[in-house]
C-alpha cells in the first residue's frame, strides 16, 4: 500500500475542521449524525474536538458492498429513529466520492425541517463528482484512487489503520 495521508497530517486538519465548525456553530446546539461504519475514526477525533453542545446520532448508509470498489444502490438503514427538526444537522462521512450517498441523506434529513444542514467528510476524492451538491467541511482532497485505513475499508479489512493509503490493485485479492 501506498501511504497518502499520514497520522499526523489527519490529526493536524481534523483540529483545523473542529475551529471551524465550533466558530460556525457558536452559541448553537449541534447535532452530529455519523455515517457508519467508515467514519467511525474521523467522527470521535472530531467529537472530542468540538466545545458546543453536542447531540449524536448515527446512521448505516454504504452503496460499497463486500469487495466492491465502485458504488452501487445506497443503502440507508436507523439504528433508531431522531428527530432532526429545527435541529443543526452536521452529517459526517469518510468520503466524498461520487456524491450520491451525501445527497441522499441531504434529500432524506431535509424532509425534517432541520434549521440547518451541512456535511463534514475526511476526504474528497476528485473527479468522481456525480451530483451539484458539495460538502461543506472536508480534510483532505484526495485523486481518484480506491484508498483504505482510517475507517475505510476493503471487503472489511484495514479500517484499523491509523493513515490512509491507496490499495493496489494487486492487494484488493489478499
Request: with cysteine; aromatic share 8%; net charge negative.
Amino acid at each position: 500500500m501506498r501511504r497518502i495521508l499520514t497520522e499526523a497530517e489527519i490529526e493536524t486538519r481534523i483540529s483545523e475542521l473542529a475551529q471551524q465548525i465550533n466558530a460556525d456553530y457558536a452559541g448553537k446546539s449541534l447535532t452530529v449524525v455519523g455515517v457508519m461504519v467508515g467514519c467511525i475514526h474521523f467522527l470521535s477525533d472530531l467529537l472530542r474536538r468540538l466545545n458546543v453542545p453536542t447531540r449524536v446520532e448515527v446512521i448505516f448508509a454504504s452503496s460499497y458492498r463486500g469487495s466492491a470498489t465502485s458504488p452501487d444502490r445506497l443503502e440507508i438503514r436507523t439504528a433508531r429513529e431522531f428527530d432532526l427538526h429545527d435541529q443543526h444537522v452536521l452529517l459526517v462521512d469518510d468520503i466524498f466520492d461520487t456524491g450520491q450517498t451525501l445527497q441522499g441523506l441531504s434529500d432524506s434529513f431535509a424532509g425534517q425541517s432541520p434549521a440547518s444542514l451541512r456535511a463534514a467528510v475526511l476526504l474528497w476524492k476528485q473527479g468522481r463528482e456525480k451530483v451539484a451538491l458539495q460538502p461543506d467541511y472536508h480534510g483532505f482532497k484526495i485523486p481518484n484512487e480506491f484508498v483504505v485505513g482510517y475507517g475505510l475499508d476493503f471487503d472489511g479489512r484495514y479500517r484499523e489503520l491509523p493513515y490512509v493509503a491507496v490499495l493496489e490493485a494487486h492487494e484488493q485479492g489478499a
